[in-house]
């Protein structure tokens, strides 16, 4: 099958194609890839997954994965969730939501958090999709640490892995991540099908 991954976020479509690896898809290339801007405007992960997946399908006129995925922090009313990417404004780096998340919990000492991650996969050609959501619980510590991943990876830390996503590897990180999880779940259903 072949397959666009629907985002225009580098590091998200390497993660999601190293997750993807072990089955028998054939990912398209970015550069031969149709991207489409797609306002996330629903109210759900969930849904904005499913949107972004249909309307990279039908520009691409082939399968398209795409996925919606945020921070959820407790004491925040679940804030950022799925402004995640916004959370400092509309053209806010990593950095900036970093800083806005911390000076939003700097007076809380509870700082309980999950991932979540939504993947929805259109299938044009027989109007078929595919769905699952991935989770995983952490907390925020008062400070950044590690270098690698991106977005909020640097102050989510996992009692999983002991280390926050951004300390630990790729491998590390997507045996327990959110993203991990929800592709893995997307990747039994696909397998259970005549798709891959």
């Given amino acids: 099958m072949k397959l666009v991954i629907a985002s225009n976020n580098a590091k998200k479509r390497q993660e999601i194609a190293t997750i993807l ?26 849904d904005n997954a499913r949107k972004k997946s249909e309307a990279f399908a039908q520009a691409n006129h082939c399968a398209a994965l795409a996925d919606d995925s945020g921070l959820c922090v407790d004491v925040l009313n679940h804030a950022p ?66 270098v690698s991943g991106f977005g909020y990876d640097p102050l989510f830390f996992c009692p999983e892995l002991n280390k926050t996503f951004a300390d630990a590897t790729a491998e590390e990180k997507s045996s327990v991540s959110h993203r991990g999880r929800a ?14």
Avoid: M, W
């Avoid at 991207?35 to 996330?40: G, L």
């Avoid at 979540?116 to 510590?141: R, W």
């Fill in 21 to 46: 690896g072990t089955l028998n898809i054939e990912l398209v290339d970015p550069n031969d890839t149709i991207a489409v801007d797609v306002i996330e405007d629903q109210d759900s992960f969930a």
């Fill in 81 to 146: 969730g799925i402004y995640s990417a916004r959370f400092a404004g509309i053209d806010a780096s990593d950095q900036d939501n970093n800083i806005a998340l911390l000076e939003a919990l700097s007076e809380q000492s509870k700082r309980s958090a999950h991932f979540v991650c939504a993947v929805h996969l259109t299938i044009p050609e027989s109007n078929q999709s595919f769905s699952a959501i991935g989770s995983v619980d952490g907390e925020i510590l008062h400070t950044a640490t590690g």
């Fill in 183 to 196: 592709l893995r779940a997307l990747a039994a259903q696909l397998n259970q099908s005549q798709y891959v």
